[in-house]
């Protein structure tokens, strides 16, 4: 990591383990530090009842936040491999085009999201396939009056913290609809690649060998602007939701090159010195890209507050993938210890949903 001007605010310190435990009274570090086993038990959930489907034009994953996050991680980490489309659906409804010959997996952890609920129901309406994954509520409900496939999630989880159980399963279910999946090899070295950096990143490592706790500090008190390339754009977003709702802070995505085409304007002093850059790099990218990504860094980095640079690890796009994405939510973890707020509750998306409820 390349963390450009460091400026340390002032805060508890990220090597206080006493502090830590204070910061964070749900024991979210404990979550975060169980997401390797968490992706080991995911890929040993399966729906039942199990699916049995003919090959599907076209899948749908349809959830919000967290949960819709694993339908961007299954879309990405296929996009070499699927010759249908892989949508994310977030919204009530669904688009047109889902009818007979699609598959559409209503994905909410809660099961009481009612986006998601509201797109199985249209989906059965539209004479999709459907299946459910969930850890139960009115979803796991109207699957199981649709005798649709539906998978069990464990209890006690955040959704946002739950990727390793509400992705997994995916893979498991375009399987069986006769879909490539991501190969055993692959999964493997995705698995071993977060385990190893469930080490190194957890609040036991010190800030000089820990790279989320150093990014964390790197960022400070600036909005952080997260980009990542082709791959790994939907993983910049994925960093931006983790800042907000973990850190209750504001954070801004994008990727290259689309960035070039409009945000790279926005990077104008005296205003840029209030953000810090972070850039999601892959070894897989473009070359083209990284060439974008020199030619930003050089116009960025003179009136930024300040910029990273990160490496996604391993070499299967599942591994470089999940890498960074768990990189982003040990930094945002760390980010609230240090504006001292509880990474785990969400009390305005809480409200939110209460002040809607029927
Ligand atoms: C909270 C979180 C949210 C939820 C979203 C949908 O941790 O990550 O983004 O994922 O409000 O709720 P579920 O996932 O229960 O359908």
């Known amino acids: 990591m390349s963390e450009g001007r460091v400026r340390v605010p002032a805060g508890p310190p990220l090597d206080d383990l006493d502090a830590i435990e204070r910061l964070d009274p749900h024991a979210a570090r404990e979550v975060l530090r169980r997401f390797p086993d968490q992706c080991r038990e995911g890929l040993?959930?399966?729906?039942?009842?199990?699916?049995?489907?003919?090959?599907?034009?076209?899948?749908?994953?349809?959830?919000?936040?967290?949960?819709?996050?694993?339908?961007?991680?299954?879309?990405?980490?296929l996009?070499?491999?699927?010759?249908?489309?892989?949508?994310?659906?977030?919204?009530?409804?669904?688009?047109?085009?889902?009818?007979?010959?699609?598959?559409?997996?209503?994905?909410?952890?809660?099961?009481?999201?009612?986006?998601a609920v509201s797109a199985f129901e249209a989906a059965v309406k539209a004479g999709a396939a459907t299946a459910a994954v969930t850890r139960g509520g009115r979803l796991a409900a109207l699957a199981a009056r649709h005798g649709a496939p539906v998978v069990t999630l464990p209890p006690g989880l955040m959704p946002r913290m739950a990727l390793g159980s509400l992705f997994f399963p995916l893979l498991g279910i375009l399987e069986s609809a006769g879909l490539p999946t991501v190969p055993e090899a692959e999964v493997a070295e995705a698995l071993e690649t977060v385990a190893a950096?469930?080490?190194?990143?957890?609040?036991?490592?010190?800030?000089?060998?820990?790279?989320?706790?150093?990014?964390a500090l790197a960022v400070g008190d600036r909005v952080p602007v997260?980009?990542?390339?082709?791959?790994?754009?939907?993983?910049?977003?994925?960093?931006?939701?983790?800042?907000?709702?973990?850190?209750?802070?504001?954070?801004?995505?994008?990727?290259?090159?689309?960035?070039?085409?409009n945000e790279i304007e926005a990077w104008r002093a005296p205003e840029a010195d209030r953000l810090q850059a972070i850039f999601l790099r892959d070894r897989g990218e473009h070359p083209d890209v990284a060439?974008?990504?020199?030619?930003?860094?050089?116009?960025?980095?003179?009136?930024?507050?300040?910029?990273?640079?990160?490496?996604?690890?391993?070499?299967?796009?599942?591994?470089?993938?999940?890498?960074?994405?768990?990189?982003?939510?040990?930094?945002?973890?760390?980010?609230?210890?240090?504006?001292?707020?509880?990474?785990?509750?969400?009390?305005?998306?809480?409200?939110?949903k209460r002040r809607l409820r029927p």
């Open 44 to 77: 040993g959930l399966h729906p039942s009842p199990p699916v049995r489907l003919a090959l599907p034009r076209l899948v749908v994953v349809a959830g919000m936040g967290g949960s819709a996050a694993s339908g961007d991680l299954l879309a990405t980490c």
């Open 79 to 115: 996009a070499d491999r699927l010759s249908v489309p892989v949508l994310t659906h977030r919204g009530y409804g669904l688009p047109a085009l889902v009818g007979p010959g699609a598959l559409v997996i209503a994905a909410s952890y809660s099961g009481e999201t009612v986006e």
């Open 197 to 215: 950096l469930a080490d190194e990143l957890a609040p036991a490592r010190p800030v000089e060998q820990n790279e989320a706790k150093r990014l």
């Open 226 to 261: 997260v980009y990542g390339g082709e791959l790994t754009g939907s993983v910049a977003y994925r960093w931006k939701t983790d800042v907000e709702e973990n850190a209750k802070r504001f954070a801004v995505a994008g990727a290259l090159p689309e960035m070039n085409h």
């Open 291 to 352: 060439r974008r990504f020199a030619v930003v860094r050089a116009l960025v980095e003179p009136v930024a507050g300040g910029l990273a640079e990160v490496w996604s690890r391993g070499e299967g796009r599942l591994a470089r993938l999940l890498s960074l994405i768990y990189l982003g939510q040990w930094t945002s973890y760390y980010l609230a210890l240090l504006r001292g707020v509880d990474p785990w509750a969400v009390p305005l998306l809480e409200e939110v």
